[in-house]
């Protein structure tokens, strides 16, 4: 290959790796794929998806299995490399599961989206609903924040995750259907029908990017 014809396909694969969509999914073992086969986790069945669909898109996994709201906040700043078009962010469901207080989940999340509009990158704020054990007062405080900060920071809003699988008739009785044999991670099953309820609400992620 001549020396032009490398410089003239260089050209060209460097505008096709820049024309490239890149989306950041800041989680914790939801995100990551926890017990699940490489191919079936969130992120990659969400990559999939959205390429079945025509888009462009390099979505990242930085899921990490334990992380709560505190921990994403320590790491979005270098996480939110440059390239990174568009986030989503997933967490709360280890804050729920040390019963940690609302209030300082909603800072965390609050840090997370300052950092986001600081680097000028659009949000996909993907919410959670916390069970009722630690009563009704923390129960709506925590299921409040996500609506309040999506709507404050005018960021996209998925109410709950774990949307899809009510969609596709998940219940206590027939569980393990969609879930894991823990009862807290879904398996691939499961996975993929969260991928198709949440999909819609990344392509308008991805809208935005490119508005």
Same mark, same amino acid.
């Given at each position: 290959?001549?020396?032009?014809?490398?410089?003239?396909?260089?050209?060209?694969?460097?505008?096709?790796?820049?024309?490239?969509?890149?989306?950041?999914?800041?989680?914790?073992?939801?995100?990551?794929?926890?017990?699940?086969?490489?191919?079936?986790?969130?992120?990659?069945?969400?990559?999939?998806?959205?390429?079945?669909?025509?888009?462009?898109?390099?979505?990242?996994?930085?899921? =990490?299995? *334990?992380?709560?709201? +505190?921990? /994403?906040?320590?790491?979005?700043?270098?996480? %939110?490399? &440059? $390239? =990174?078009? *568009?986030?989503?962010? +997933?967490? /709360?469901?280890?804050?729920?599961?040390?019963? %940690?207080? &609302? $209030?300082?989940?909603?800072?965390?999340?609050?840090?997370?989206?300052?950092?986001?509009?600081?680097?000028?990158?659009?949000?996909?704020?993907?919410?959670?609903?916390?069970?009722?054990?630690?009563?009704?007062?923390?129960?709506?405080?925590?299921?409040?924040?996500?609506?309040?900060?999506?709507?404050?920071?005018?960021?996209?809003?998925?109410?709950?995750?774990?949307?899809?699988?009510?969609?596709?008739?998940?219940?206590?009785?027939?569980?393990?259907?969609?879930?894991?044999?823990?009862?807290?991670?879904?398996?691939?099953?499961?996975?993929?029908?969260?991928?198709?309820?949440?999909?819609?609400?990344?392509?308008?992620?991805?809208?935005?990017?490119?508005?």
């Amino acid at each position: 290959m001549s020396k032009v014809a490398v410089a003239v396909w260089f050209t060209f694969a460097t505008a096709a790796q820049a024309a490239e969509t890149q989306i950041l999914a800041l989680g914790d073992s939801l995100t990551q794929g926890y017990g699940l086969m490489q191919g079936d986790g969130f992120v990659p069945q969400l990559r999939d998806w959205l390429a079945a669909r025509g888009h462009d898109v390099e979505v990242i996994n930085a899921g =990490v299995s *334990g992380d709560t709201t +505190a921990g /994403g906040l320590s790491r979005v700043n270098w996480s %939110l490399t &440059p $390239e =990174v078009d *568009g986030m989503i962010v +997933a967490l /709360g469901g280890n804050d729920l599961l040390r019963g %940690l207080p &609302p $209030e300082a989940a909603r800072a965390n999340i609050k840090g997370i989206l300052d950092v986001a509009k600081t680097q000028g990158v659009e949000v996909l704020l993907v919410g959670l609903y916390a069970p009722g054990n630690f009563g009704a007062e923390y129960k709506a405080a925590f299921d409040a924040m996500y609506p309040d900060l999506s709507k404050q920071y005018d960021t996209l809003y998925f109410p709950d995750f774990f949307e899809g699988l009510r969609q596709a008739g998940a219940t206590a009785s027939n569980n393990g259907a969609f879930m894991q044999p823990d009862g807290i991670h879904p398996n691939a099953k499961g996975v993929g029908h969260i991928v198709n309820e949440i999909g819609p609400a990344v392509e308008e992620l991805i809208e935005r990017t490119e508005n």
